[in-house]
């Protein structure tokens, strides 16, 4: 009998917007430019959707969206705390098992990028 289920996972790559984040009095008066990947592991899913309907999967477009406004509602002094409320609210959309996410601070020094993973629920 053929394998119809396999392990899905939903990824979003190289996300970039400005976002109010920092401890620095630059940070604190104007936006500054990250990235943001995400995976979000869906568990077991059909090989091939039952109707080949977005209504019935998670779509990527709110995802996208989602992490845009978590990462700029507010001013974050730091990036652990940024992290955590988007993993947060990643892991609440339906059907996420498990949510990793990473962000980086694209401009904080002129010769490295700084950035912060999380792992959170089930793999």
């Not at 008066?29 to 019935?56: C, K, M, R, W, Y």
Request: glycine share 6%; proline share 5%; aromatic share 4%.
């Amino acid at each position: 009998m053929p394998n119809t289920l396999g392990h899905q996972t939903l990824t979003l790559t190289g996300l970039r917007f400005d976002a109010n984040l920092g401890i620095l009095e630059l940070e604190k008066t104007a936006p500054q430019p990250i990235q943001v990947d995400a995976e979000l592991s869906l568990g077991q899913q059909p090989l091939l959707p039952h109707d080949d309907d977005i209504h019935h999967v998670l779509d990527y477009r709110k995802v996208r969206q989602i992490i845009i406004n978590e990462c700029t509602a507010e001013h974050v002094n730091l990036l652990e705390t940024l992290i955590g409320k988007l993993a947060n609210r990643l892991m609440q959309l339906p059907g996420v098992l498990g949510v990793r996410v990473k962000i980086a601070k694209l401009e904080i020094f002129d010769d490295c990028e700084v950035a912060i993973r999380m792992e959170t629920g089930q793999w």
